[in-house]
Structure formats: structure tokens, C-alpha cells
Nanobody, 127 residues
Framework: QVRLVESGGGLVQAGGSLRLSCAAS????????MGWFRQAPGKEREFVAA????????YYADSVKGRITISRDNAKNTVYLQMNSLKPEDTAVYYC????????????????????WGQGTQVTVSS
């Protein structure tokens, strides 16, 4: 069992930055791939970024590539999402998620592959 708690959301002007954190409980955190997804009102939950258990591999949605960076600190059981050059269309609830191994590279962007979810943190970008 893994419990995930997100923090760091808030209101920011377009062009600004935020760093989201996701603190995980559980002894097996280091074996899980981690992902960030987001959901805007009236829309489906969509993939944002993911990172392999070791941190060696990262994956990004085309819409955020170059602006957002995912990272993890396995010693702190924490995964981060650094978001720069934010746009109003980035406004959404952001969810942290964990995928039990094994998960293939091809499945890292698939919301159905993730087993544990946080409660979400709101990110609002004003124009």
C-alpha cells in the first residue's frame, strides 16, 4: 500500500512557476514508477509527466515538454513537478500517482496503469 499526498499548488500568473511535491508513504516507494496527471473541469484526466523507479527515465506530454520537469528523491520518498512558463491552459487539479512494477515504457503515459493516487492539488494560472 502506498499513500500519496500532494502539495505546492496555488494561484500564479501566466509565465510564473510552481513546484509541486508528492510525499509517499510505504517501504517500497523506490520500486514504483511515479506519474503526474491533471484534470481540468469537464475534461478527462490527462498525462503530464512520469519518471521511472530509478529516475533514469522521464516522460512528458507534448503540451508541457520544455516547461515542466519531473524528478524524484528516493531518500525522501518524494517526487516533484517543477512547472515553469505556466499558461492558463495548465489550470487543473494535479494528481500524483504510483504504478506497481512491472510497467513498460510504453505504458508510462497510461492512466489505467497507475495503482495509487493522491487527493490532488489545484493549480490555477491567471492570464
Amino acid at each position: 500500500q502506498v499513500r500519496l499526498v500532494e502539495s505546492g499548488g496555488g494561484l500564479v500568473q501566466a509565465g510564473g512557476s510552481l513546484r509541486l511535491s508528492c510525499a509517499a508513504s510505504g517501504r517500497t516507494f523506490t520500486s514504483y514508477a511515479m506519474g503526474w496527471f491533471r484534470q481540468a473541469p469537464g475534461k478527462e484526466r490527462e498525462f503530464v509527466a512520469a519518471i521511472s523507479w530509478s529516475g533514469a527515465y522521464t516522460y512528458y506530454a507534448d503540451s508541457v515538454k520544455g516547461r515542466i520537469t519531473i524528478s524524484r528523491d528516493n531518500a525522501k520518498n518524494t517526487v516533484y513537478l517543477q512547472m515553469n512558463s505556466l499558461k492558463p491552459e495548465d489550470t487543473a487539479v494535479y494528481y500524483c500517482s504510483a504504478a506497481q512494477p512491472p510497467i513498460t515504457n510504453a505504458k508510462m503515459r497510461d492512466v489505467g496503469e497507475y495503482d495509487y493516487w493522491g487527493q490532488g492539488t489545484q493549480v490555477t494560472v491567471s492570464s
